[in-house]
């Protein structure tokens, strides 16, 4: 059975950098024989946008983004540095988003950054973001740094470009193994019970 994965692109920017990076990874799964192009689906924070939590119409463009989270394998998510921190659309994500949809579930964190930053919100991310909804981080991470030189054409630019590339496919790679390893967790771990509804 092909895995399912979800690329999500953190940034509130139509257009934006982040997208940019979400849709090569997603490319370079297909290419790499990773996920067949039904099983892959690219959430874009940029494009639809989710409302500020909590919102008076939560059905809307939530419920779609839930479908595709609960019957994904495991998560991409690309996180661009805002000074210095992961950007409001993502944080407002992680409040929408639950135990349902990303439980027990493997994440890539990939930051993006136009200098030499990038790291700052993955920590971010690392350390606030999981509790509740269980999300799994992989120890591998991505951080894409100088964006906007990098991973624009079908081939590398420099060898900056190419080393990124090649960086990018390891940590695919890695993602795709832990997808494949974590999937009976889902059904040996239950979530009903209301006691332990939230993490500690």
Not at 1 to 7: A, F, I
Not at 20 to 41: F, I, M, N, T
Not at 44 to 72: I, V
């Amino acid at each position: 059975m092909s895995l399912k994965l979800v690329l999500l692109a953190g940034s509130s920017q139509p257009s934006s950098q982040s997208a940019k990076v979400a849709a090569y990874l997603q490319r370079r799964l297909l290419e790499l024989g990773h996920c067949a192009p039904a099983d892959l689906s690219l959430i874009d924070l940029g494009a639809t946008p989710l409302p500020l939590w909590p919102a008076e119409d939560q059905a809307g463009a939530w419920a779609d983004c839930a479908a595709l989270l609960r019957e994904a394998d495991g998560l991409v998510l690309v996180s661009p540095e805002w000074h210095g921190m992961a950007s409001p659309a993502l944080k407002n994500f992680f409040v929408y988003a639950g135990r349902r949809e990303l439980g027990h579930k493997p994440g890539l964190l990939v930051g993006v950054s136009a200098g030499v930053g990038g790291a700052y919100p993955l920590s971010e991310l690392r350390a606030s973001s999981y509790k509740n909804c269980r999300l799994c981080y992989v120890p591998e991470q991505l951080i894409v740094r100088q964006v906007d030189s990098v991973m624009n054409g079908d081939a590398p630019i420099d060898e900056a470009d190419a080393r990124i590339r090649a960086r990018a496919d390891w940590a695919l790679q890695v993602l795709v193994h832990y997808a494949q390893a974590m999937r009976p967790l889902r059904t040996a771990i239950q979530f009903e019970s209301a006691a332990f509804a939230n993490g500690m």
